[in-house]
């Protein structure tokens, strides 16, 4: 079993609806939760960031960790063709390495 | 706002030569990080390092070196380039806070480097 498991998609929905995405993990000992966007031809840029279990808002944005079942999620709101990208979920123990998911790619239709 | 500055955006370099790959960051970061991404396979860990000359071995480190002289900068080395490291190559750093915790990383604009 990977560390991390991401769907790599590719996921397309109508503007205006609400994306849900989800990284699973194995290693129990992870405490700190990132989700990146990355455009294509660029770098990742940090979206959200959350250290251990529950909920966590930004604007349109929504991340979520369940931590007794190994389980991540960002939720889009009133999504966007701007939001069109590839979502990478990140994950860290303390002191160690960050170990990311493979990315989905996301596709918003105007 | 931090920034990570990658010296190059597209290199194209013939196979067998040494090839250098700087990375700059201006917020005085402890870590940084060179990761390569490829598709299909995500981003991959070629080495990291926690401080001035020091380095670890990340998941990929074969035909790779890496230096840091100066906190700022961490350069990714390419003793001799084979067409299987063409890929996009990211450089990321991030603060050190308390006991050796990693926080949030943050990433160059990459490299996209082919190797003929």
């Known amino acids: 079993q990977k560390e991390v498991e991401q769907d790599p998609g590719p996921l397309s929905v109508p503007e205006g609806a609400i994306v849900s995405l989800n990284c699973t993990y194995s290693?129990?000992?992870?405490?700190?939760f990132m989700w990146y966007r990355q455009y294509s031809r660029k770098g990742p840029e940090l979206l959200m960031y959350?250290?251990?279990?529950g909920n966590k808002e930004d604007g349109r944005f929504t991340a979520q960790v369940d931590k007794s079942s190994k389980y991540i999620s960002l939720f889009i709101r009133d999504s966007q063709p701007s939001d069109s990208a590839t979502y990478l979920c990140?994950?860290?123990?303390?002191?160690?390495?960050?170990?990311f998911g493979k990315g989905t790619r996301l596709h918003i239709l105007p | 706002d931090v920034k990570v500055t990658q010296s190059s955006r597209y290199l194209v370099k013939r196979t067998g030569e040494k090839v250098f790959l700087e990375c700059v960051q201006d917020?005085?970061?402890?870590?940084m990080f060179w990761y390569r991404q490829d598709p299909g396979l995500g981003l991959r860990l070629i080495y990291f390092?926690?401080?001035?000359?020091?380095?670890e071995k990340g998941d990929i480190p074969e035909g790779y070196s890496v230096s840091r002289e100066k906190k700022e900068r961490f350069s990714l080395i390419l003793e001799s380039a084979s067409t299987n490291q063409t890929s996009m190559y990211l450089c990321?750093?991030?603060?050190?806070?308390?006991?050796?915790?990693?926080?949030?990383?943050?990433f160059g604009q990459g490299t996209r480097l082919t190797v003929v």
């Open positions: 990321a750093s991030s603060p050190l806070q308390g006991q050796g915790l990693h926080t949030e990383a943050f």
């Open positions: 290693n129990s000992a992870f405490q700190y």
């Open positions: 959350t250290y251990s279990s």
């Open positions: 990140a994950m860290t123990v303390s002191g160690d390495k960050i170990i």
């Open positions: 917020m005085d970061h402890e870590n």
């Open positions: 390092s926690y401080d001035v000359k020091m380095k």
